[in-house]
């Protein structure tokens, strides 16, 4: 539980309200305060730490290198903080959220365990109201069940874009007479999967993660593939302290060249900026070989057009399925193991010995689309092919992603216009960070700005301080409201649209489209191109907060 609360319960409206303690809300929290802002932040989890918070499942890590995915606001913190290795497990990660917390004492303004559950404006206060309840097992406000209310001048949505939990709908699945588990919701106690039956359903990053662990644990392992995914090596180290002296010596200068780059990360093995149709093969295999080497998502920084052309694309997805059959001992098993859609169209997976996994005797690899699933049974999953035995079910199944956790809340904005009817037919907002109609409200790493294609806590820390930089302008001018202009946005979606189109990414079933969501209206969501954005962000305050009304 938190210490006293800035305000809401006194009855004194806030001036910001921040949904979520992860990356994104903690930092919102710090650079409010530094603005004098009567902030709380409101948190549905008993701890900070957001996404990093909730996805405890065996071998999670994260996949973007310890040294870059870390606050750069700070030269102290970043200099003090010792990361342990080159990619940071999950309990490391949440060390350091923790430690952030208490560092700039954030907690006092953090109400845990509180789950907010609507949100309206008020068109003759030019105020939020906010309603909060407690979760069942939280020791947060309104725990049983009457929900509360705050009021806030502005409202910052720091929901996590991969926060809201998704279980397919599969018949049966309440039958299951063992436990059942999510990778992103693993209990907090862990769970001894020792001499048992595991079956695994889905293989994104999550499960390719989970499953070499699981296996090294389990008496059994299934793994239940409907679609199988590009990975390539971690090469999971710990950080050479030479590595590490020469990145502080300089962490502007190393946060400043990867924020140069599409995906902000990466800049340590470069972007090779040149067609991978443009090079002779040995010249290309060594490049794709150097880059396998070396490890981890700049992989697909070997070419600049490897996710622009399908023949380019072509030579990357060769190279990899050629991998998975030199370590994967059954020829059958390699070549179900095999992706054959676009590289990089699905987020890329970075594993520690996942395709090896399967050459333990004690894992089995079942191929959903020769026998799809059929129902879950008390003892198991039902195939086409039979029934297939388990102690233990793991859903791996990913999230409603970037949408999924604003649309579980009530969000009502002029008129009250619910947000789900305004994003009907798929996501709109203006430079991903604010929606016509909806005033004062802003959605940190929101559909329409890089987010999921970048290090995200780059784009977090340069949506945070965008807003905090546009209500301390608010203020300094006493103007109360700020939304964007209907034709502004109207253009910023279809600019999206048509930068997403350029792309190959379209071209297959993956999150960032909602194609995993049945029902979900298909838009890709996030942008390509962190420099680009920023630029393009930079322009419209240059000119006067262009494409926004201020009134
Ligand atoms: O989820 P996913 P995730 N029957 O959506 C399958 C980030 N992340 O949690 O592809 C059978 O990628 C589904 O199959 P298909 C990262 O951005 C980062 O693994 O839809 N299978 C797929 O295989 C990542 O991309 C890190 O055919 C079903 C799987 O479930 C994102 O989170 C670690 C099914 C879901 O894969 C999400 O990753 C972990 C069904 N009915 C996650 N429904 C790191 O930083 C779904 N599937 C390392």
Redesign the pocket.
């Known amino acids: 539980m938190t210490g006293e609360a800035t305000s809401g319960p006194d009855g004194e409206g806030l001036d910001l309200l921040v949904v979520g303690a992860g990356f994104a809300g903690l930092y919102m929290l710090h650079r409010a305060r530094g603005l004098g802002l009567r902030t709380e932040v409101i948190e549905a989890g008993d701890g900070v730490g957001g996404t990093w918070y909730w ?1 405890r499942y065996p071998g ?5 290198e310890s040294l870059e995915y870390s606050y750069g606001f700070d030269a102290d913190l970043q200099q003090e903080w010792e990361w342990t290795e080159r990619y940071a497990t999950q309990p490391e990660i949440l060390r350091y959220l923790e430690h952030v917390a208490d560092r700039f004492d954030l907690r006092r303004d953090i109400r845990f365990g509180t789950r907010v559950t609507g949100a309206a404006w008020d068109e003759e206060t030019r105020r939020w109201t906010v309603t909060l309840d407690g979760h069942p097992d939280g020791d947060g406000e309104g725990r049983a069940g009457t929900p509360t209310t705050r009021t806030a001048r502005f409202v910052v949505m720091a929901t996590g874009c ?1 926060s809201s939990a998704m279980t ?1 709908d ?1 018949p049966g699945a309440d039958s299951f007479a063992g436990p059942t588990l999510h ?2 919701r693993w209990p907090h106690e862990g769970v001894d999967l020792t001499g048992r039956r595991v079956g695994v ?7 390719i ?1 989970a499953v070499p662990i699981i296996a090294e644990q389990a008496a059994e392992l299934t793994v ?1 593939q ?2 199988p ?1 590009y990975a390539v090596p971690a090469h999971n180290a710990p950080l050479d302290p030479a590595v590490v002296a020469e990145v502080k010596a300089d962490y502007d200068s190393f946060r400043e060249a990867n924020r140069q780059r599409s995906t902000a990360f990466g800049a340590r093995i470069g972007f090779n900026d040149v067609s991978a149709l443009s090079v002779d093969d040995d010249e290309r295999l060594a490049e794709y070989e150097r880059r396998w080497e070396h490890g981890g998502l700049p992989f697909l920084g070997a070419y600049n057009d490897l996710l622009l052309d399908r023949k380019a694309n072509e030579t990357a997805a060769d190279f990899v399925r050629g991998k998975i059959h030199e370590i994967v001992d059954d020829p059958d098993v390699a070549a179900r193991l095999s992706p054959d859609q676009v590289i990089g169209c ?2 890329l997976c ?1 594993d520690t010995g996942y395709y090896a996994t399967f050459n333990r005797p004690n894992v089995s690899l079942v191929d ?1 689309r020769d026998t799809p ?1 059929e129902a879950v049974e008390a003892t198991g999953v039902r195939t086409t092919d039979g029934l297939h035995e388990l102690d233990v079910l793991v859903f ?4 409603d992603a970037m949408t999924g956790a604003l649309d579980r809340i009530d969000i009502r904005g002029r008129g009250g216009r619910p947000l789900r009817e305004a994003w009907a037919e798929g996501p709109k907002t203006y430079l991903g960070l604010m929606v016509a109609g909806f005033p004062n409200l802003f959605t940190i790493t929101g559909p329409g700005s890089p987010s ?1 294609l970048t290090n995200m806590v780059v784009s977090i820390e340069h949506h945070v301080e965008w807003i905090a930089d546009v209500i301390a302008r608010l203020d300094a001018d006493g103007t109360p409201t700020i939304e964007p202009e209907p034709d502004a946005q109207e253009q910023w979606v279809g600019f999206v649209n048509s930068v997403a189109d350029l792309t190959l990414f379209p071209s297959c ?1 993956s ?1 960032y489209l909602g194609a ?1 969501v049945p029902g979900k209206p298909r838009v890709f969501m996030p942008l390509p191109g962190f420099p680009i954005y920023t630029a393009l962000v930079d322009e419209v305050v240059a000119a006067d907060y262009r494409g926004f009304v201020r009134a």
């Not at 999670?60 to 973007?64: E, N, S």
């Not at 791996?396 to 999230?399: E, K, L, N, P, Y």
């Open positions: 996805n999670a890590r994260c996949d973007v991969l397919p599969i990778t992103g359903i889905g293989t994104g990053s999550s499960a993660q239940f409907r679609t995914n699905k987020r970075v959903l699933i791996a199944t990913g999230f999921v079933n999150w995993n």
